[in-house]
Each structure stands twice: as C-alpha cells, then as structure tokens.
C-alpha cells in the first residue's frame, strides 16, 4: 500500500500520498472538482508562470526585509525548479474549478513549499519550517497571484502559436509564387467573375493571415500588464509599502519581457477585459482561418463533378462504402478546431461578464478556455501546413480550359471588343453553350496571338491595357 501522511486545515484532516509534493487544499480540490479531466498538469506554461509569480514575490519580500534568507534561499530554489519545468505532474487538479483559482494558487504554494522543506533537509507537510500560506504566499492573494500568472502563461504560449500561424502563412506564400502563372477564373458569390492568377489566390491566404501576426502579438502585449500587490481586492493589504512594483519589476526581469504594474489595482483585480481581446483576436484568426478552409474544399471538390482545381495530398480513405473516395480530411478538422475557438471565445465573454463587485471568480474557465483554443489552433496550423498545404496541387490545363470556356472572360475582354460587342458574345455562348474564347476568334474581333496576350497569366496580376 502507498503510504500517506496526515494534513490538515480550517476543514479537518486529509490523507496525502506521501510522495505527493502537493498538501491538502490540492487534495481537497482532486476531490472536488472531476469536471473536465484536463489537469493543471497538461499546460507547463501556466506551472511555469506559478513559478515566475513567486519567484518575483519572494525576491520582493527578501528586499523588502519581511523574508528570511534561508526561506528566501528555499523557496528561490523551488520556484525555479518549477520555472525549468520540473514537478509539473505534481498538478493534479482540474482547470475547470469553484473558488477564483484558489486551489491552483494553494497547489504552487504547496508544491512550493515541499520542495523548499526538502531542500531545507525538513520533510514534507513540516509546514511550521516553511509555509504555504504564510511565506510562499506572503504579500499575495490568490487573486493578484492567479491572474498575473495566467496572463504571464498565455503571453509565452502566445509564441508557438505565432511560430505556427508564421510558418503557415509563408507556405500559402509559397505556393502563390509556385502557381503564379497559373490562369484560372475568379468567382464572387459562387458564379464566374473574372479571370486571376492561382498565386494570386494562394497570396491573398498568405496575406490575410499574415495581418493576425501583428494582431496577436500587439493584444498579447496588454497581458504583460499585471496586478501584484493587489492582494484580496486590489487595496494591497497585507503587503508592505513598495512591494507591489518591486516585485513587478522582479517578475519583469526574469520573464525578461515589458512586464509592467497596473496603474489602478481595484480596477486590475476585477478587470478580465485583457483575456476577452486576447480570446477575440484567436476568434478573428479562426473566422479567415476557417474561411480558407472553406476554399480549399471547395476547389479540391470532384474529381468530376466539382470544381476539380487543385489537388490536395490524400491522407485515407474517405468512405466506408463508396470506393475510391478521398475526402479533404485536414482542411475538415481545422474547421472544426475554429468552430470550437469560437465557441471557446463565447465561454470567455460570458465569464468575463459574470464578474461581480471587486473580484471576477470565472477566471479558471477563462483560463482554461484560452489556454485550449491556444493548443488547439496552434496544433491544426501545424497540421494545415505539414499535412495540406505544403502538398497541394494545381490541375493546370483544367483550369485553363475553364478560362477559356467561361462567360466571365468577357470582362477582361470588354476594354479591348467593347461593351456592345462583349454583350453579344456573352448572350451567344449563354445561348449556344460555345466558348467565348471560341467565339471571339469565329467574329474576328481578334486575333488568336491578340487573345492569347490579353490573357497571358501575366496581364492578370493587376491592372493592364
């Protein structure tokens, strides 16, 4: 049998594993709270910034005079064993919890403390050598503390998703300069338009998700703006005069990154409004994202009855019954990736909304919302580029032929035949199903070498006379 050991708080005794470096407010919240199964453990990033949180608080208070050294020394030591991501499985409880982010603030604390009490050569739950509550938690709240670590942990996860949405926009870009003289005609509103390039296509992708680059990172950057020394409602009681910004700026150094301290802490601490525009710009990224999507099956769609215009690599059967069938399984999964995003940002803004008086207490499915719309997206970019785009296709003479057959080449053609000539050409072939390149030349209103020039990929690109 594993052993246990004994701890208590203001509820009475719990058994602990005893390797558990956790205590018992974590234990009470493993019991509490079997919700969603995603566990504190499954995201570093925010175990890190735990770390980073009360590293900077201990550094503050050492300063400040109210921390002893050889605690100082301690919890230094355990704080940055959490930094080099260490003891993440030490985080058992569910991103999905009651209490504002208590128990995931208690669960630092306490992991913490284990680790400085061992350090200290003391044993675990020894807790009248090294406190959870009363010297890893000094000067702070669970609600200056959790907040500022979740914004802390979304800012660095913010990084791979910005490497992935990078990487798939530069292969969009690719492929635009790959199909660059590639002729194909252009579509609004599902009908024939006018003609364009395939590169031009690809390159506006590339384009449109490149602008969410910016986007994200200038929003990412509000998170950096956090509320330490806050304490229980923003007021700083129970933290010394000069702790808040000095620990602001211990944070700041060793995040390396602008951290910087709110200028109204009442505000701050009730205030999730930096989460919402974060969550809104994945949202943004998720509505062109999805769109693209929606394109590529789109032009992919066939082989013989749809538009048949690119190819994408064919990843497994697509039916269970129909044989032959390959269906655009990647750009599938991204949209639904997007509709779950979405979903996940309608989640935020309602909590967001349900904050009352001086504390919002929907912080845990904020987090746990953005943090999973984060891995997620970051994951189907990846997927998108390794496994779609980077393996498409075009059906060249396809789509040259349905140029040349469209009714929509007439408007290339009006500045040089005339919009009454045009006119005519148009009703011909809606009427006798003929080609408008077919027909131009039958009329002699121009040459096959003139033709062929107006609609060289070239004379596409822009505007051209």
Known sequence: MNKMRTESDLL??????????????????????????????????????LGVVKLGAAQANH???????????????????????????QFPIDMIQGGAGTSTNMNANEVIANIALEHLGKQKGEYQFCSPNDHVNLSQSTNDAYPSALKLALFNMNKPLIDALTSLYEAFDKKGKQFGNVIKMGRTQLQDAVPMTLGQ??????????????????????????????????????????????????????????????????????????????????????????????????????????????????????????????????????????????????????????????????????????????????NAMNTLRVECIDGITANVEHLKNEVQNSIGIVTALNPYIGYKASTKIAKEALETGGSVYQLVLDHGLLSKERLDEILDPKNMLGPHI
Do not use: W
């Not at 449109?208 to 806050?230: F, P, Q, S």
């Open 63 to 89: 300063e400040l005079g109210i921390l002893s050294k050889e605690l100082f020394d301690a919890i230094s030591f355990a704080s940055n064993e959490l930094i080099a991501g260490k003891y993440t499985e």
């Open 201 to 378: 296509e690809f390159e506006g992708f590339s384009n449109t998700l490149h602008k969410e680059v910016d986007n994200l990172n200038r929003i990412a950057a509000e998170l950096l703006v956090i509320n330490m020394g806050a304490t229980a409602i923003g007021t700083g009681l129970n933290a010394v005069p000069g702790y808040a910004q000095l620990c602001t700026t211990k944070i700041a150094e060793i995040m390396n990154e602008d951290v910087s301290l709110a200028d109204n802490l009442v505000e701050a601490t009730s205030d999730t409004s930096s989460f919402v525009d974060y969550s809104s710009a994945l949202k943004r990224l998720c509505v062109k994202l999805s769109k693209i999507c929606n394109d590529l099956r789109l032009l992919t769609s066939g082989p013989r009855t749809g538009l048949f215009e690119i190819n994408l690599p064919p990843k497994q059967p697509g039916s269970s019954i129909m044989p032959g069938k390959v269906n655009p399984v990647i750009p599938e999964v991204v949209n639904q990736v997007c509709f779950k995003v979405i979903g996940n940002d309608l989640s935020i803004t309602m909590a967001a909304e349900a904050g009352q008086l001086q504390l919002n207490v929907m912080e845990p499915i904020i987090g746990f919302s953005i943090m999973e719309s984060i891995q997620y997206l970051t």
């Open 12 to 49: 009475g005794e719990l058994q602990i594993p005893e390797t558990a470096y956790y205590g018992v407010q974590t234990q009470r919240a493993i019991n509490n709270f079997k919700i969603s199964n995603n566990y504190l453990s499954h995201y570093p990033e925010f175990v890190k910034a």
